[in-house]
């Protein structure tokens, strides 16, 4: 199987946050980051016009040795169609599958695996932030 060709870069991060409002904050009012869309009261996605800055409350029982702050790294997609592609050649790779290829509400598709220390990366088509 061939290489897809390379992503459009590492434009999106997720935290998990115990202060979820005060980050909010920091983020939105303090360095001017807006709104793109937020699900739930537990799930903030934050941009500057080019990037993606998931917040998501970190569970009442978060201590680092059961959870990391960072969720995953995120990598985008120029097509819908190379988030298929993508997963194919990293499954024939023998890279772990955290999860399938999926649509999401906010029209993305993206799957997840893991790099060889375990970190979950996610590769992502997110169609409001195209080039």
């Not at 409350?57 to 298929?84: C, T």
Request: proline share 6%; hydrophobic share 35%; glycine share 4%.
């Amino acid at each position: 199987m061939q290489k897809p060709k390379p992503t459009a870069g590492m434009h999106h991060v997720a935290l998990f946050v115990k202060q979820f409002d005060a980050c909010a904050h920091f983020y939105t009012e303090l360095l001017g980051m807006k709104i793109e869309w937020q699900p739930d009261e537990n799930n903030l996605y934050l941009t500057s016009g080019n990037d993606n800055l998931a917040l998501h409350r970190a569970p009442d029982d978060f201590v680092p040795d059961k959870y990391q702050h960072l969720d995953h790294i995120g990598f985008f997609l120029d097509e819908r169609d190379e988030v298929d592609a993508w997963f194919e050649y990293l499954k024939n790779q023998s890279v772990t599958i955290k999860a399938l290829p999926k649509d999401h509400r906010d029209g993305t598709r993206s799957f997840y695996c893991a790099d060889p220390d375990g970190n979950v990366v996610q590769l992502i088509f997110y169609p409001a932030l195209r080039r």
